[in-house]
């Protein structure tokens, strides 16, 4: 069973910046679409950003201009950085990864087939 496990939430000042990043096992390697999704209390979730099996990567309006999706400098990690936090992007954020063979959308759930299990951010004024 692939797993993924995400780190680097945390409370940060309105302005600032973090990166969040998740550990995937090595089963998801390859021909896979990695994103990342977050959900605020009361909301749908929401898909933020992704990158394909091909490296091309696509950010949600809400963070164009202020995040970066990349593979991380580690082995199998993916990492989401975000400047310029506003409140709106407090969150529970989970990274996803889908197979090649699936042909929902990028910012689609139906698009992903593993999640890990969440890392919370908090801005605060």
């Known amino acids: 069973q692939a797993q993924m496990v995400e780190s680097g939430g945390g409370t940060v000042q309105a302005g600032g910046s973090l990166r969040l990043s998740c550990a995937y096992s090595?089963?998801?390697?390859?021909?896979?679409?990695l994103g990342w999704f977050r959900r605020a209390p009361g909301k749908e979730r929401d898909w933020v950003a992704s990158?394909?099996?091909?490296?091309?990567?696509d950010l949600a309006d809400s963070v164009k201009g202020r995040a970066t999706i990349s593979r991380g400098r580690t082995e199998n990690t993916l990492d989401l950085q975000i400047q310029d936090l506003q409140y709106s992007d407090s969150a529970m954020y989970y990274c996803?990864?889908?197979?090649?063979?699936?042909?929902?959308?990028?910012?689609?759930?139906?698009?992903?087939?593993?999640w890990g299990r969440g890392t919370q951010v908090t801005v605060s004024s």
């Open positions: 996803a990864a889908g197979s090649a063979t699936n042909w929902s959308p990028r910012n689609s759930p139906r698009r992903y087939e593993y």
């Open positions: 090595e089963s998801i390697y390859g021909d896979y679409c």
């Open positions: 990158v394909d099996n091909y490296g091309a990567t």
